[in-house]
């Protein structure tokens, strides 16, 4: 993900963003005013963002001073102002304790905000770094707008306030919310790392003017939307400005594709990662020790394979052991000198790409956008998005946020650095619920009555899918080490490597049984409903513009037989009624399937008598019909009763 989110919480953690956080993540001396380290620092001046500045008194982009930051994020929430409120009222003959309570914004909190860091794609960042000023210019708007779109976001869909008796009704924040904007501009190892902090306040105010605390749970549940969402608004501005375009990337080998700008070459991307090289180091111990952990019994604590999710756990105990520490900021200027120097010693990469990296991104652009066509259909994406969903999530059940992030993400994967018309990330949601989802909610709160808490399933199961099954596996060999994946073979141990000494086994990634499972679901829904028209030509464009979504096979068995059209038609709609999918969505009513049972029956007939008469030798004379079997030849009419024209 590219977007982070910590919560803030007032005494030391605050003190720790007032130090460090608001000068570029360097070493503020202490009694220096903020704007003065900030000038020494090189970084800008923090910003006021969000619509719930207006009823603060604050204008957006005005400049966050250090007395507003202690008093809405240090003072357990007060007013941006509220030494200026107490002093004016303390003048006026008020009471101290009247003077303080009018300048809190509510009930006073500890959690007093959330702190998210927006970064994009190391291919954008490198291209901000290594370009020229324009370029820069650019990247940077680029990444101020994608952070506007996404907290609008946040406040029209996301933030609720709490209320009531253990917080049970929630209310949209009509007035908006407020958040402080900070800039970084390299990461802790000093190589380059365009990042934003965002420092979102907790505060909102409901419609009777009262001030509430915003739910962070909802914060924390909606990162992985937002970071979906700002990947894709960030890359597509950055690529219709400078002629530039996306392509998939895989960076850990079973995980998603990462999306990032063609042209650039990797070998950029691994010079910035010194620090991630060091994490990898610390986390391979770690994992060592994990698993070779034994308890007081002499058994072991752990399985000998380490999951996805303790991997992550420890890749967070890797990168808080491992992290160098603050150092000395410096102007941008002098960075993106000292960066090219680096890149051209240290990376590996030609110097002549380096000096002319955006004509080299635009050249693979200008291939790419002549192969690979902006085409979205929204029933194929449904499709991929609700399989995929469906077997990421454990037990298969998901929430409509779920469906949302891997909306955006199929979006970003086919339009490869395209603008795409707003709203269609929900009309592909709104598609997979209403027909590959099942409400399986039941609400015992009232949080469970709310939209974006209900609970779903896909309408099919794993077991409905046909599964490959693997052959049995060799017994264990001591001179073999275990391989990365179950179902493969066990690997030669590789020379000078004693017996036990090997590369930790790991437990197969969902997203690769999500690849599967999707293609197979495509394919299965592909013959049930017998594609046709704009659907299939977009099935045949991705295959020939993106192979890396689907294999030739599913093409291939994707094209229909003319020939058997009406004959499988009957077997395919029964298919599909029981497969509980939802059949009102493709306008197929039981009048029209008795209209389609007849003419199965009509064809049936037509073959029976066509056989009848091949083998006489009088076969082209021509033989008497039956009016009755006119009546069956005769082509069905619509019923003008029926169908989407009547509205039934």
């Known amino acids: 993900m590219t977007v982070d989110i910590r919560v803030i919480r007032a005494g030391q953690m605050y003190r720790y963003y007032l130090r460090q956080t608001v000068v570029g993540d360097g070493l503020r001396p202490a009694r220096m005013p903020l704007r003065e380290a900030q000038e020494e620092a090189g970084v800008p001046a923090g910003r006021w963002m969000g619509r719930g500045l207006t009823v603060l008194g604050l204008m957006p982009g005005e400049e966050v001073t250090e007395a507003q930051l202690r008093n809405l994020f240090g003072e357990r929430g007060r007013h941006p102002y509220a030494d200026r409120i107490e002093a004016d009222l303390l003048a006026k003959g008020e009471s101290p304790k009247k003077a303080f309570k009018a300048g809190a914004l509510g009930r006073r909190v500890m959690v007093t905000g959330v702190d998210f860091v ?271 969903v469906f077997v990421m999530n454990d037990g298969g059940r998901f929430h409509r946020r779920h469906l949302l992030a891997e909306a955006r993400r199929h979006l970003a994967l086919v339009l490869r650095g395209r603008r795409r018309e707003p709203g269609l990330d929900e009309q592909i949601v709104a598609a997979a619920i209403s027909t590959y989802c099942l409400d399986i909610s039941e609400p015992k709160t009232m949080r469970g009555l709310e939209p974006g808490y209900r609970l779903y399933t896909a309408r099919w199961s794993l077991s409905d899918l046909p599964a490959r099954r693997r052959p049995p596996g060799p017994a264990p060999d001591p001179d073999r080490q275990p391989p990365a994946d179950p179902g493969q073979p066990a690997a030669l141990r590789p020379p000078g490597q004693d017996t036990g000494e090997w590369e930790i086994p790991r437990v197969p990634l969902q997203y690769e049984r999500a690849v599967l499972a999707g293609a197979v679901v495509r394919e299965t829904l592909r013959t049930t409903t017998a594609v046709r028209g704009r659907a299939y030509d977009v099935v045949v464009h991705q295959q020939a513009a993106m192979p890396e979504l689907l294999s030739p096979q599913d093409v291939d068995s994707a094209v229909p037989d003319p020939g058997d059209e009406r004959e499988s038609a009957m077997a395919a709609l029964r298919a599909l009624k029981e497969s509980r999918t939802d059949v009102e969505a493709l306008e197929l009513t039981d009048e029209q399937l008795r209209h389609l049972e007849g003419a199965r029956k009509a064809v049936d007939q037509a073959r029976e008598t066509r056989s009848r008469y091949a083998d006489r030798e009088d076969a082209t004379a021509p033989h008497p019909v039956r009016e009755d079997d006119q009546r069956a030849h005769r082509p069905q009419q619509q019923d003008r009763h029926y169908g989407p024209a009547a509205g039934r």
Request: aromatic residues 6%; charged residues 30%.
């Open 118 to 388: 927006f970064r994009p794609q190391p291919t954008i960042y490198l291209l901000w770094a290594l370009g020229d000023e324009e370029t820069r210019r650019v990247i940077e708007a680029a990444h101020e707008r994608a952070i506007e779109r996404v907290l609008e976001w946040i406040e029209d869909e996301v933030a609720v306030i709490r209320y009531g008796k253990d917080g049970i009704y929630r209310v949209r924040a009509p007035g908006g919310l407020v958040a402080a904007r900070f800039r970084h501009y390299e990461a802790c190892s000093g190589m380059p790392l365009l990042h934003d902090h965002l420092l979102l306040s907790v505060k909102g105010q409901r419609l009777d003017g009262k001030w509430g605390s915003i739910h962070t749970l909802a914060l924390h549940e909606n990162t992985v939307a937002a970071s979906a969402l700002y990947n894709e608004l960030v890359a597509a501005e950055v690529c219709e400005e400078l002629g530039l375009a996306t392509e998939p990337r895989t960076v850990t080998p079973g995980r998603r594709p990462v999306m990032e700008i063609a042209g650039v070459p990797h070998e950029l991307i691994r010079w910035t990662s010194r620090r991630s090289d060091q994490v990898a180091a610390c986390r391979a111990e770690l994992e060592h020790e994990y698993v070779t952990a034994v308890g007081d019994d002499g058994e072991l604590k752990f399985l000998p394979v380490v999951s996805e999710r303790a991997r992550a756990k420890l890749n967070q105990i890797a990168a808080r052991k491992t992290r160098p520490p603050k150092q000395k900021t410096r102007p941008l200027a002098q960075l993106r000198k000292e960066w090219k120097e680096s890149a051209i010693r240290t990376s590996k990469v030609a110097v002549d790409i380096i000096n002319s990296l955006l004509e080299y991104a635009r050249a693979a652009a200008a291939a790419i956008r002549a192969r690979v066509a902006a085409v979205v259909d929204v029933a194929l994406a449904a499709v991929d998005v609700a399989a995929t």
